[in-house]
């Protein structure tokens, strides 16, 4: 039998808390049902708010941690992979703590795909720089709610509220907004929902789930930007979006110079063409 100890920074349910471990939701549900789980002590069997200072405290056998992330490709310079919904890219449990590397660039906890790590400072700025020229090509699959007719590049302003930990979108200029851009192209609909392809033109901020609920198309099982009665028809609470597409033009790096590395969810069964 294994072992976890956190203490914990800020208030969460205790479900999320072991997502944040690593644990799949399945399995973190099953280790309440079992009372594997302890907070000060105490065994639990719900899905309780634990507030910040409190000790969680999970048992577990081998191989149920899932593991955090596949390696899609590494040299000298540079480590990819595809990271794990429910995991972070950075924080104490973070793949960046896990791997010893710094993130290039970061994905929501429960944004799964893939991800860059730097393996020394010549790489890391050569990453950024190239990150802001815009010669690295960020895709996503998205599956949003209802039937997405328009496909085309949308333009709109983001303003983030730091202490809600969300964005807004407005489509006209407002105070400490910055523009954004994404490219969308529908793959499939049913009509209940839709596959979407996106390309991050800029990278803000969760500008991806806050400009589809924008453009009236939430992502399934989004719970920060989508509507809850909504994401359960869909029997989804995470969201259905991934990182899936990196393509690279000449960044100084000889094993990513106009190089192209893909990685599929498990949730997409058909292969898009970029």
């Given at each position: 039998?294994?072992?976890?100890?956190?203490i914990v920074e800020k208030s969460k349910k205790?479900?999320?808390?072991?997502?944040?471990?690593?644990?799949s939701y399945g399995d973190a549900c099953k280790l309440m049902r079992?009372?594997?789980?302890?907070?000060?002590?105490?065994?639990?069997?719900?899905?309780?708010?634990?507030?910040?200072?409190?000790?969680?405290?999970?048992?577990?056998?081998?191989?149920?941690?899932?593991?955090?992330?596949?390696?899609?490709?590494?040299?000298?310079?540079?480590?990819?992979?595809?990271?794990?919904?429910?995991?972070?890219?950075?924080?104490?449990?973070?793949?960046?703590?896990?791997?010893?590397?710094?993130?290039?660039?970061?994905?929501?906890?429960?944004?799964?795909?893939?991800?860059?790590?730097?393996?020394?400072?010549?790489?890391?700025?050569?990453?950024?720089?190239?990150?802001?020229?815009?010669?690295?090509?960020?895709?996503?699959?998205?599956?949003?709610?209802?039937?997405?007719?328009?496909?085309?590049?949308?333009?709109?302003?983001?303003?983030?509220?730091?202490?809600?930990?969300?964005?807004?979108?407005?489509?006209?200029?407002?105070?400490?907004?910055?523009?954004?851009?994404?490219?969308?192209?529908?793959?499939?609909?049913?009509?209940?929902?839709?596959?979407?392809?996106?390309?991050?033109?800029?990278?803000?901020?969760?500008?991806?789930?806050?400009?589809?609920?924008?453009?009236?198309?939430?992502?399934?099982?989004?719970?920060?930007?989508?509507?809850?009665?909504?994401?359960?028809?869909?029997?989804?609470?995470?969201?259905?979006?991934?990182?899936?597409?990196?393509?690279?033009?000449?960044?100084?790096?000889?094993?990513?110079?106009?190089?192209?590395?893909?990685?599929?969810?498990?949730?997409?069964?058909?292969?898009?063409?970029?």
């Amino acid at each position: 039998m294994n072992k976890k100890e956190l203490i914990v920074e800020k208030s969460k349910k205790i479900v999320q808390i072991l997502q944040d471990f690593g644990f799949s939701y399945g399995d973190a549900c099953k280790l309440m049902r079992n009372k594997d789980v302890k907070v000060d002590g105490q065994r639990i069997k719900d899905n309780i708010l634990v507030q910040p200072g409190q000790v969680v405290t999970v048992f577990f056998e081998d191989g149920l941690l899932e593991k955090k992330c596949d390696k899609v490709f590494e040299d000298d310079d540079v480590l990819i992979v595809f990271k794990h919904a429910g995991i972070e890219t950075d924080g104490e449990n973070g793949l960046s703590s896990v791997l010893k590397l710094t993130a290039v660039h970061r994905l929501d906890r429960n944004t799964e795909g893939l991800v860059m790590f730097a393996k020394n400072e010549k790489a890391a700025k050569l990453l950024e720089k190239a990150i802001k020229n815009r010669q690295i090509h960020k895709f996503y699959l998205a599956e949003v709610v209802g039937e997405f007719k328009v496909d085309g590049t949308f333009n709109a302003f983001l303003v983030k509220d730091a202490q809600k930990a969300e964005v807004k979108i407005f489509d006209k200029p407002q105070k400490d907004a910055l523009p954004i851009s994404t490219k969308i192209k529908t793959l499939k609909s049913s009509g209940q929902s839709s596959i979407l392809q996106v390309e991050l033109l800029t990278g803000r901020t969760h500008q991806i789930r806050a400009h589809l609920a924008y453009l009236g198309h939430p992502i399934v099982g989004d719970g920060k930007y989508g509507k809850n009665e909504t994401n359960k028809k869909f029997h989804e609470n995470r969201q259905k979006l991934a990182c899936f597409c990196l393509k690279f033009d000449f960044v100084g790096i000889e094993g990513l110079n106009f190089q192209q590395f893909e990685m599929l969810p498990s949730w997409a069964y058909f292969k898009p063409s970029i």
